[in-house]
């Protein structure tokens, strides 16, 4: 943590909002980026949003300075936006993300449908709403740690620190996340029941 954010931190616990404000500044794109990705909705969104930085600047106490602050931070908007998820049935759209490692090439194959050209297969608008399908039957904990791996480029060591759950537990998670993605876009997939491959 940088030394510059401790001391915003420090005043921020002193009540200096200002501090704070500047804090607010330095992660209010990403907040807004991860409740987005999870909820799907813009309002939705904008909501865990304002909830999720007036929920961090009263409990700001709690920050012991054992983790980073934005790894707390972002926990805080995961918890608001699996809540928002609870409360309500959400379609999604799904952005492209690249794949690179910890799992990622699993999401590549099962974005391309064994196609040579992941981005064009994920470009097409028709296996987008395939894909926006298939991760609504995710469960929440899956939704969100499938988000944080490949919508926002999280090693699983951090996801295991925003969620707080166990680096195993994270593994099993995606792994039946991505099992769950292969199985229901096969399903809604004819050109993949029949010929095994998208042509």
């Known amino acids: 943590m940088a030394d510059r954010e401790i001391r915003l931190i420090e005043k921020a616990l002193e009540g200096d909002r200002p501090a704070y404000s500047e804090l607010v500044r330095q992660y209010d ?7 987005y990705s999870l909820t799907g909705n813009i309002h939705d969104a904008e909501d865990v949003y304002q909830d999720t930085f007036m929920n961090a600047w009263t409990h700001l106490s709690d ?6 602050f934005s790894t707390w931070i972002h926990r805080i908007a995961v918890n608001r936006s699996l809540d928002c998820l609870r409360k309500r049935r959400i379609r999604r759209w799904i952005p492209l993300m690249n794949a690179d490692e910890e799992g990622s090439s699993t999401f590549a194959r ?33 939704r969100a740690v ?21 680096g ?22 004819p050109d993949r029941n029949h010929s095994g491959a998208v042509t």
């Open 29 to 35: 794109r990403e907040v807004l980026r991860i409740a």
């Open 168 to 189: 195993g537990t994270v593994k099993n998670l995606l792994f039946r996340a991505t099992v769950k993605m292969r199985k229901q876009l096969n399903r809604h997939d």
């Open 146 to 166: 499938f988000t944080l791996r490949f919508f926002h480029d999280l090693r699983l060591q951090e996801i295991s620190e925003t969620l707080k759950l166990a």
């Open 63 to 68: 920050f012991q300075f054992q983790s980073r």
């Open 110 to 142: 099962i974005q391309a449908m064994d196609e040579e050209s992941p981005e064009e297969y994920v470009l097409s608008l028709e296996k987008r709403m395939l894909i926006e399908k298939a991760m609504e039957k995710l469960s929440p904990r899956e």
